[in-house]
């Protein structure tokens, strides 16, 4: 069983129009995450949610919405795609902060 | 603020060579410590971790000790295969509560039969 997914695997659109990338974990962690990975491997958080709740924004354009459902899911809408946004995206989830954190396989977003 | 410095790469090897890629960290406090490795096309899965210092962290024999005098926990395995090419990362708990991994840049490992 996948242990955190998310989808699409691939995301390609044009620049200007909105997208979602859906995250779900099985694991009953509490804590989930959003990491963008830039095209020299470097990964940046974005997001930290505990319990539902937003616990940090990493200095992240307000055109990036994430939303969290319930405790297994985290998704991230993203507004009025530009260029710099093709990307890694990955979630992640853990069973509490200074935890080891479960990836998932990562979304492509590439913008045209 | 934490941060975590990481021998960039890429680092190429033959089969069976000794690999060593450095890691060197800054944080307040004593934090756990980590290693990921992300293989092609795939997310990131934790290879090993140490949560005080002194602690060595080994899996898949890959060994890495949490070194608090040199603030260091540099990653290596004494036999390399070509199913070890990977990114590999090393990754600190930061921010006020920890709820966040920093991670330094990632080595990109390759290994030749």
């Known amino acids: 069983d996948t242990a955190v997914s998310q989808t699409p695997k691939y995301l390609v659109t044009q620049m200007g129009n909105d997208k979602s990338i859906k995250c779900e974990q099985n694991?009953?962690?509490?804590?989930m995450y959003w990491y963008k990975q830039d095209s020299k491997k470097f990964l940046k958080i974005m997001f930290s949610?505990?319990?539902?709740?937003?616990?940090i924004n990493e200095t992240v354009p307000n055109r990036f919405s994430p939303k969290s459902p319930d405790k297994a899911h985290l998704n991230l809408h993203i507004n009025s795609l530009e260029l710099g946004d093709s990307a890694v995206y990955f979630c992640?989830?853990?069973?509490?902060?200074?935890?080891?954190?479960?990836f998932g396989d990562g979304t492509r977003l590439s913008i045209l | 603020g934490d941060s975590v410095t990481q021998m960039e790469g890429p680092v190429t090897l033959s089969e069976e060579a000794f690999l060593t890629i450095n890691c060197t960290y800054t944080?307040?406090?004593?934090?756990?410590l980590f290693w990921y490795v992300q293989y092609p096309g795939e997310g990131l899965q934790l290879l090993l971790k140490?949560?005080?210092?002194?602690d060595k962290g080994s899996n898949k024999g890959f060994e890495a000790t949490y070194r608090k005098e040199t603030t260091s926990f540099h990653l290596e395995k004494g036999s390399v295969q070509v199913s070890d090419s990977a990114v590999y990362f090393c990754?600190?708990?930061?921010?006020?509560?920890?709820?966040?991994?920093?991670f330094g840049k990632g080595t990109l490992l390759t290994v030749n039969p």
């Open positions: 992640a989830s853990s069973r509490g902060f200074n935890q080891p954190q479960h």
């Open positions: 694991l009953g962690h509490d804590t």
């Open positions: 949610y505990n319990n539902k709740e937003l616990i």
């Open positions: 944080a307040t406090g004593y934090p756990s």
């Open positions: 140490a949560t005080k210092a002194d």
């Open positions: 990754a600190l708990p930061s921010g006020g509560s920890n709820y966040k991994l920093t």
